[in-house]
């Protein structure tokens, strides 16, 4: 079973560019979870979606965004990026709503530099 | 808000030692415990967990304990290994709301 893939691996941005973050769910996973891990912050929520809908964000600002499209992939997009922005983000799946004790499944992340 | 708190930040323990983390919750609607074991280059993943109705699970050489009227949880790492040298993040969520929350990372290092 292939597991959580997140595309690209690195990436370096420039203050104010915009990027976007893919991420492949595990097959059978209809949620998608997003988190920033910055350094010594340990892992912070950023978006879920099930089903395609979002059901829950977490306290970033609007230039963070996503969207889940009909084969459960997610895609990160981050406008208007601040240095303040690099970090790891992870993506993570489930088996859905209601299903969280089967555990989530993270990738291995996308390494976010901003100068 | 930080809403699961984690010590210590990091912890060296002797091989064949036990390695203890510590997390406490304010949220008492919080239902579901994991804990996550992160390698360098690598995302977290689920070790084990444990929900409020019960106050100990084990698997293996891990061991959850659970405190409800304190708020507070515990991972065990028995007979530490250098393998198990990796950052371990506790974590909560609620009935409802499938998102995680989680404490700040605790970096463990078993020395030989």
């Known amino acids: 079973e292939a597991g959580v893939t997140q595309s690209p691996t690195h990436l370096i941005k420039t203050r104010g560019q915009q990027v976007t973050l893919r991420c492949s769910p595990i097959s059978g996973h209809t949620s998608v979870y997003w988190y920033q891990q910055a350094l010594g912050l340990g892992l912070q929520f950023l978006l879920w979606?099930?089903?395609?809908?979002?059901?829950n964000r977490g306290n970033f600002p609007p230039r963070f965004s996503g969207r889940q499209f009909p084969n459960y992939s997610s895609e990160l997009n981050v406008n208007a990026l601040e240095l303040e922005d690099s970090a790891l983000y992870l993506c993570?799946?489930?088996?859905?709503?209601?299903?969280?004790?089967?555990?989530?499944?993270f990738g291995s992340g996308t390494r976010l530099t901003v100068v | 808000q930080q809403q699961v708190k984690q010590s210590p930040q990091s912890l060296i323990v002797q091989k064949g030692g036990i390695s203890i983390i510590n997390c406490a919750y304010e949220?008492?609607?919080?239902?579901?415990f994991p804990w996550y074991q992160q390698f360098p280059g690598k995302g977290p993943a689920l070790l084990i967990a444990i929900r409020p109705d019960v106050s100990e699970k084990k698997e293996g050489r891990f061991t959850i304990s659970f405190n409800k009227s304190a708020k507070q949880f515990s991972l065990h790492i028995m007979d530490s290994q250098p393998g198990d040298s990796a950052t371990y993040f506790c974590?909560?969520?609620?009935?409802?709301?499938?998102?995680?929350?989680f404490g700040t990372g605790t970096r463990l290092t078993i020395i030989p």
């Open positions: 979606y099930d089903e395609g809908e979002e059901r």
């Open positions: 974590a909560a969520s609620h009935f409802g709301n499938e998102k995680l929350t």
């Open positions: 949220n008492t609607a919080f239902d579901y």
């Open positions: 993570a799946s489930s088996r859905g709503w209601g299903r969280r004790e089967s555990g989530y499944t």
